[in-house]
């Protein structure tokens, strides 16, 4: 009987340890908590998303890394002490070169960096559950100009607040530089059954939303 009991437990208890794994089943992070998503993402199409620091346009698709290295783009991989180095290939047949597209990647595969032709972003930080706190982007549409951003976070992983300091040249006095801070508040009134949220409210009185795809298991 202490035997059957014994197997008995064993089978439940083996049963729990699956079921508790696929429910804490994560996926490659990459660039997508760089666009506030998490899971197994294949494309966030942004509806009515305003942010200056979008740079996959405005339908990011990921591939099953999380990287937005999709649809054929020809890649070569670099190593730079810790950091994975990701440049589009020279031999691309548009004509494009690693000159114009470089990301770089730390150990847990989170996006740290990205240059895109003018364009680029640095010194992207994450806190402990994965979530962007803060990063910096420079010559927004070969703008000279500087963008930081900074997030505050509640319970879940969708920011309920960004701070903001533009930094811009003026060029009609000596191109000096006229610094700009302002903050961003956010509502959420929808999210999908992954948590990432798909509708919000802005304290700018906008409405955001995005439709979110996602690998199929």
């Not at 996959?56 to 994975?84: A, H, M, S, T, W």
């Not at 929808?190 to 009185?205: P, Q």
Request: a negative charge.
């Amino acid at each position: 009987m202490k035997r059957i009991i014994v197997a008995a437990l064993a089978i439940v208890l083996a049963a729990a340890c699956t079921e508790n794994k696929k429910a804490e089943q994560t996926y490659p992070i990459g660039d997508r908590a760089f666009y506030e998503v998490a899971g197994n993402v294949e494309c966030v199409d942004l509806e009515d998303v305003y942010q200056e620091f979008i740079f996959l346009g405005q339908k990011p698709e990921f591939n099953k890394e999380g990287q937005f290295f999709v649809n054929g783009i020809k890649y070569k991989e670099e190593k730079e002490g810790d950091l994975r180095v990701l440049k589009l290939d020279t031999d691309d047949e548009d004509g494009g070169g690693e000159e114009y597209v470089e990301c770089k990647y730390d150990t847990k595969g989170r996006l740290v960096s990205a240059g895109f032709w003018e364009s680029s972003f640095s010194d992207i930080k994450y806190d402990d559950q994965d979530r962007v706190v803060s990063f910096s982007a420079y010559g927004m549409m070969g703008i000279e100009s500087e963008y930081h951003y900074t997030f505050t976070y509640g319970k879940d992983r969708n920011p309920i607040k960004v701070d903001v300091r533009e930094v811009h040249p003026d060029y009609e006095n000596e191109g000096k530089e006229v610094t700009q801070n302002y903050s961003i508040s956010y509502e959420y009134t929808a999210v999908d059954e992954m948590g990432n949220w798909t509708e919000r409210k802005t304290s700018n009185g906008t409405v955001e939303k995005r439709t979110i795809k996602y690998f199929a298991e």
